[in-house]
């Protein structure tokens, strides 16, 4: 079965300090890659996604993921965060008609 | 600007009773959908549904139901509430095609079952 690793379920980092979320997925077929966040009482909002074409995407809020398709990951970077990134970030992947296969989450904590 | 509503943010119900939970999209998706969220379990899909009348089961449908009469509603229903369905639930849509079945959520309902 197809799955979705993120790896970090927390990330304490300092603010205005860089980030890595780290995702793999499990499959090398073709697939669309997503990244959402959730703040805290919220719904998810969609943080970006790759559907094809550059493998480097930007998302809101200074976010950016990379698409490797060799290492089956999609890891999420932001150069400086600051203390409104406080979130869970959830990676998720398409393989197929209507679903979306989801990771775990990493809550990302920032130290001031 | 893509919007998907839930019908309450925060309910309280108590062990045995019917609850109605109820998500509105105003895109015109034609997959709608309705996850559990627990903490340390990320998103679980309960039901969802590619068309009117249409339903297929996620991966946890026990103890639910769902209703999709209109393209733009789908009810999410526990018959007989338990207190292992306190849980967050979040609705979704979403349109086959050119957007990779980008999902669109609403805000979130918090159920707590007493």
């Known amino acids: 079965a197809q799955s979705v690793t993120q790896l970090d379920s927390q990330v304490p980092v300092f603010e205005e300090a860089p980030v890595e979320l780290r995702c793999n997925y499990s499959?090398?077929?073709?697939?669309?890659l997503f990244w959402y966040v959730q703040y805290p009482n919220q719904g998810l909002q969609l943080l970006l996604k790759y559907l094809s074409g550059s493998t480097l995407v930007k998302g809101i809020n200074g976010f950016e993921a990379e698409f490797n398709k060799s290492q089956t990951s999609f890891h999420l970077r932001k150069p400086s965060v600051h203390i409104s990134d406080t979130a869970e970030y959830f990676c998720a992947v398409s393989y197929s008609n209507y679903q979306l296969i989801w990771g775990a989450g990493t809550k990302l904590i920032i130290k001031p | 600007d893509v919007k998907v509503t839930q019908s309450s943010r925060y309910l309280v119900k108590r062990t045995g009773e019917k609850v109605f939970l109820e998500c509105v999209q105003d895109?015109?998706?034609?997959?709608m959908f309705w996850y559990r969220q627990d903490p340390g379990l990320g998103l679980r899909l309960i039901y969802f549904?590619?068309?009117?009348?249409?339903?297929e089961k996620g991966d946890i449908p026990e103890g639910y139901s769902v209703s999709r009469e209109k393209k733009e509603r789908f009810s999410l229903i526990l018959e007989s509430a338990s207190t292992n369905q306190t849980s967050m639930y979040l609705c979704?849509?979403?349109?086959?095609?050119?957007?990779?079945?980008?999902?669109?959520f609403g805000p979130g309902t918090r159920l707590l079952v007493l």
């Open positions: 979704a849509s979403s349109s086959p095609g050119s957007e990779g079945e980008t999902q669109y």
């Open positions: 549904s590619y068309d009117v009348k249409m339903k």
């Open positions: 895109m015109d998706h034609e997959n």
């Open positions: 499959s090398s077929v073709s697939v669309y």
